[in-house]
């Protein structure tokens, strides 16, 4: 799969996004390890914590197919800046994803794109080998 197939998903995605009130639409295309492009956009609501951001919708919609092996995912938004994930977004694809390994394509367009790992955007990620059940000094982790 090349960048720019990825990046046009996520160009196609963003025209389908819900933002009256900000009026700043996202889209994000979501590769899996099986090859599938899972896409997204994002979400507003009169309730701003109701909001759901492109790459969340990409991964929830790729999870609830039975797809949790992701290997890249393309964000392009109405900026003229590269648009990185939120904090949340990034926090959504640690779960899923080798931090060292996948890719995020942040694109202005097919042509106008940087590439960089989830590692650089999220360093020091909270990742489900760090909760830790003390119980009489043993320590476990929980899955």
Known sequence: MKYQDLIA?????????????SHFRVGAALLT??????????????SFSATNCAERTAVFTAV????KEFRAI????????????????????AEFCDLETFQV??????????????????????????LVVNDTNKSTVVD
């Open 9 to 21: 998903e996520a160009m196609k995605a963003k025209e389908f996004a819900y933002a009256p009130y």
């Open 33 to 46: 390890e099986s090859g599938r492009i899972y896409t997204g956009c994002n979400v507003e609501n009169a």
């Open 64 to 67: 609830a197919q039975g797809e």
């Open 74 to 93: 393309a964000v392009n938004g109405d900026t003229e800046n590269y648009l990185p994930p939120c904090g949340v977004c990034r926090q959504v694809l």
């Open 105 to 130: 394509i942040l694109a202005n367009n097919e042509q106008d794109y940087r590439v960089v790992t989830l590692a650089q955007l999220l360093p020091g990620a909270f990742q489900s080998k760090d």
